[in-house]
Each structure stands twice: as structure tokens, then as C-alpha cells.
T-cell receptor, first 115, second 110 residues
């Protein structure tokens, strides 16, 4: 199993540009998450999904959009990039079900710089 | 929401046990406490979790107080590769959403 994969690894955007961060998991997990991590800080939840077709906001959703059309994929969309969105973005997944303890598995991250 | 409090940083000599404390006095009775670590800027790595009883796996041991208000992660024989930021995490009440604090920066010294 590859686990959770994210692309791209690095990206530089100009203010106002848009992009999609890709996330895929091959563990058949029903829950998926997007976090951002600013320098020296802990992770903050942007959006999460409890299954295909179901998404909800986390702590810091403004400026982002998500969709979940399949169990495996959970892309994060930035529509109008701003310098405040310069951060490292992590995708994670977990299994929630009978007897599950819901530990999350994280991808390697995407480092985004907005200039 | 479960809020956790951890020391900002700790040092540990290589080969010695590293004991990382966490206060989670607001965690609910049926919510797990999870421990993760983050090496450099890699994705957080799961270490261990617990509910009421002490837990041990190949990476670490977790000691949870009887009142569940605090826990201690123990790395029995710390190595230089254990240098990382360690997060004690309690979920957002009634959900599976993690609430991350700023963690403890553990430095293992040669």
C-alpha cells in the first residue's frame, strides 16, 4: 500500500492564481482530512469528509474548497491565492467504523508559497 | 473540545528514557488520547493511543492517569532519530476531528 499520497510536493503561486492540491489514499478509509501547518505551529483543520459526497468545514476553511467524489480522492482547491495561504498542507485519512479507533494516517505534505 | 497542554521543549540523553507529559483535563470519558510525532516537516507519524489503560507498542508506552486528566508518553531508549515534535491530541468533542496544539520539541542529545 502506498498509504496517503499528495501532489505536488512544492508549488509557487502568484497572488490571485488558483490551483488544486491532490490527495489519494489506497487504504479504503472513509474519513479524509486537509490540514495546514504554518511555521512553528501545530496543524489546523481546513476541511474534512466522512465519505464520498459528504464534506464539512474545519477550523480554517476560508479561501478553500473541497470535493469528495470517490472514496480514494479528496482534492483541495485554492481559488484566489493569497500570501496568507503560504503554508504546508497535509492530507490525512482514517477508518471510522465498528471497533475502529480512528488513528489518522498522514501524507508527506505539499509546501505552497504564494508571492 | 479537548484541549491539551504540553511543555514547549525537552532534552533527553541518548539511550535514556524520554518521558513526555500531557495534560488533557477536558477530554471526555469515552475519547481516546492520541500521540503523534513530526520529524522535520514530514507528515505526522502515529505513535500510540489510549483510553483508560496503559498501552505499549513497539515504539512507545503510554501511561494514562486514573482520572484521565493527563498522560505520559515514554520512549524507553531514546535515539537521535527520535528528535522530533511530539503531539498529544484529543479529539473535538463528539467527532473524530483532531485538535492539535503546538506539541513538545524533543531533542535527543548524543
Amino acid at each position: 500500500n502506498a498509504g496517503v499520497t499528495q501532489t505536488p510536493k512544492f508549488r509557487i503561486l502568484k497572488i490571485g492564481q488558483s490551483m488544486t492540491l491532490q490527495c489519494t489514499q489506497d487504504m479504503n478509509h472513509n474519513y479524509m482530512y486537509w490540514y495546514r501547518q504554518d511555521p512553528g505551529m501545530g496543524l489546523k483543520l481546513i476541511y474534512y469528509s466522512v465519505g464520498a459526497g459528504i464534506t464539512d468545514k474545519g477550523e480554517v476553511p476560508n479561501g478553500y474548497n473541497v470535493s469528495r467524489s470517490t472514496t480514494e480522492d479528496f482534492p483541495l482547491r485554492l481559488e484566489l491565492a493569497a500570501p496568507s495561504q503560504t503554508s504546508v498542507y497535509f492530507c490525512a485519512s482514517s477508518y471510522s467504523g465498528q471497533g475502529a479507533t480512528n488513528e489518522q494516517f498522514f501524507g508527506p505534505g505539499t509546501r505552497l508559497t504564494v508571492l | 473540545d479537548a484541549k491539551t497542554t504540553q511543555p514547549t521543549s525537552m532534552d533527553c540523553a541518548e539511550g535514556r528514557a524520554a518521558n513526555l507529559p500531557c495534560n488533557h483535563s477536558t477530554i471526555s470519558g469515552n475519547e481516546y488520547v492520541y500521540w503523534y510525532r513530526q520529524i522535520h516537516s514530514q507528515g505526522p507519524q502515529y505513535i500510540i493511543h489510549g483510553l483508560k489503560n496503559n498501552e505499549t507498542n513497539e515504539m512507545a508506552s503510554l501511561i494514562i492517569t486514573e482520572d484521565r486528566k493527563s498522560s505520559t508518553l515514554i520512549l524507553p531508549h531514546a535515539t537521535l532519530r527520535d528528535t522530533a515534535v511530539y503531539y498529544c491530541i484529543g479529539p473535538s468533542s463528539g467527532t473524530y476531528k483532531y485538535i492539535f496544539g503546538t506539541g513538545t520539541r524533543l531533542k535527543v542529545l548524543a
